[in-house]
């Protein structure tokens, strides 16, 4: 059945978007990840990747144009099918039905579903939904709320903080008046255009539109879902107040993610010291509680009461403990790392090789460098401008590999793998070729803190074009990374050591550091990826040739 790809909202500010370039055209077969268009939003060009397959049967938005964001931008379907039907703004074709005018009455009235409870709003009452802000986002978990039921909101005021697969990103609103009504509460997560909340004049009544919202069919939640919601209604007024007193009013002022995880494991809120607003309990709170030793003791006291009691009889000595496990909800960000290096190394016939380079004269030189006020430079920020260097002279391992061609990159774009909390993020150093090691170190830094914050925007993540992961300040000597698609090659760079080396026929102590250059085999051969592992080593070793 032919389905309507809309124009997305590829960032948090965008309203509109330029189709740049469409690198696939009408006849053209599209699959699940291909990229049809580069979309030129309010802050960068992105690639548009398509989440559904076929045949791209119709483009509404040409190359130059701008367009609203959910504006038409293509039609992808069966090969032949007639789309007449969804041109004229019909929610299915014609040519599912037998009969041919049965189509467009049921297009008709599916149609006037939404309009009719768009129809029905109150004045000045507006539906927020949930934001697409990432391209590849299709979910999002609310992490916190930052206005509560009754709070005015003025525009550009931020709502909540979402977090998406890549990060978590402020949501500002774009409208103004009174959060009459929260959708998806913290912690909880729902596909991307679900009821997030409504904005309107205060005192506006709002009964049903949660309901015909999901009737209409812009939200995915199931009936079942909203009916649960409609039953917790009180029960979440009653959180609310309790939220809004203070702690000598003998209620526990806790946000519901944090109730959640304490429920879940068999905390007391009552023993949990909050360390939020009003001494409000978070997530982190519960996270990082342990037991007092005067609960334990209290807790003991009857069984030891009973203990003594009772008759004394011989024990059998059984360690003290207990069976404990924990269940931690997978984030955004881990389920999409997990899809992504499955994909990779299950689809990308992977090889690693392996070579040493001596670190002595790059540790002179870094000392040297590092000498001059206001400067510093690591050892990774070394290797990546070595990297830069020698990728313009084997661009073969600069690539990305299509099913019908060989894609070289003659720019170079550097992705640098950051472990965050929740896992891997890869910031991208743009033209890294052309900035000077002083640049690139100020970058990193940069980025990888940002990153650590949950700072960094989309844009920042993508475009790379080769990956450089170090894990050598852990000790990490020797180790072979997954390819970060679409990259063709990650380079991963383990600690320096010490340790005899023979120079001129002598032992001497060297410094050493390994280097594991994982390729694609279908777009670099043994000997390519060699060729590049030579020239890096030259460099590092030597670091006065990055300087020519």
Request: glycine share 8%; proline share 5%; with cysteine.
């Amino acid at each position: 059945m032919a389905i309507k790809v809309t124009m997305p909202r590829l960032s948090d500010t965008m309203t509109e978007g330029t189709v740049a370039t469409w690198l696939k055209k009408v006849g053209d077969k599209v699959s699940e990840g291909d990229i049809l268009a580069e979309i030129e939003t309010d802050k960068a060009t992105m690639e548009f990747e398509s989440f559904n397959e076929g045949t791209l049967l119709h483009i509404g938005i040409q190359a130059g144009e701008t367009a609203p964001v959910d504006s038409l931008l293509a039609i992808i379907g069966n090969e032949g099918e007639d789309i007449s039907a969804l041109l004229a703004g019909g929610a299915a074709p014609a040519a599912e039905a037998p009969k041919a005018d049965a189509p467009a009455a049921e297009a008709k009235t599916e149609t006037a579903a939404p309009a009719k409870a768009a129809a029905e709003l109150p004045k000045g009452v507006v539906v927020v939904t949930m934001p697409r802000l990432s391209d590849t986002m299709t979910e999002g978990t609310v992490a916190t709320w930052l206005k509560k039921v009754g709070d005015a909101v003025a525009e550009g005021d931020i709502l909540a903080e979402i977090e998406t697969d890549k990060a978590t990103m402020e949501f500002e609103s774009f409208n103004a008046g009174t959060l009459l009504y929260i959708g998806i509460q913290e912690g909880n997560t729902a596909p991307v255009d679900s009821l997030l909340a409504i904005i309107g004049p205060a005192g506006t009544d709002i009964s049903g539109i949660a309901d015909n919202f999901t009737a209409g069919g812009a939200a995915t939640a199931s009936a079942p879902a909203a009916e649960e919601t409609k039953a917790a209604a009180p029960a979440a007024a009653q959180a609310t107040e309790a939220v809004a007193e203070t702690s000598n009013g003998g209620r526990i002022l806790a946000s519901p993610l944090a109730k959640k995880i304490a429920s879940d494991k068999g905390i007391s809120l009552n023993q949990v010291k909050g360390s939020g607003e009003n001494g409000r309990i978070v997530k982190s709170d519960i996270e990082n509680f342990t037991p007092s030793a005067q609960a334990q003791t209290v807790a003991s006291a009857p069984a030891a009461k009973q203990e003594a009691t009772a008759p004394a009889a011989p024990k059998v000595f059984v360690p003290a403990g207990e069976v404990y496990t924990e269940e931690i909800k997978n984030s955004q960000m881990r389920k999409i790392i997990a899809k992504r290096l499955s994909e990779s190394l299950f689809t990308a016939p992977h090889y690693n090789l392996v070579i040493e380079v001596s670190m002595d004269e790059a540790m002179q030189a870094r000392a040297a460098i590092n000498s001059v006020p206001d400067t510093k430079v690591s050892f990774n920020d070394m290797v990546i401008k070595a990297c830069a260097l020698a990728l313009k002279k084997h661009p073969k391992i600069n690539s990305t590999w299509k099913e019908d061609a060989i894609i070289i990159n003659h720019h170079v774009n550097i992705g640098v793998a950051v472990a965050v909390e929740d896992g891997l993020v890869v910031p991208v150093l743009k033209f890294t070729d052309a900035m000077s090691l002083s640049q690139i170190g100020g970058s990193v830094r940069d980025l990888a803190g940002r990153a650590k914050n949950k700072k960094l925007g989309p844009q920042e993540m993508e475009g790379s074009t080769f990956t450089v992961s170090n894990l050598g300040m852990f000790g990490i000597t020797e180790f072979n990374s997954i390819i970060n698609q679409p990259n063709s090659a990650i380079l991963s760079v383990g600690a320096i050591v010490e340790k005899p080396v023979v120079k001129n026929g002598q032992i001497v102590v060297g410094n050493t550091m390994m280097l594991s250059l994982a390729c694609d085999h279908r777009t670099i051969d043994g000997a390519t990826g060699a060729q590049f592992l030579q020239t890096l080593k030259q460099y590092i070793e030597s670091p006065v040739t990055m300087l020519a």
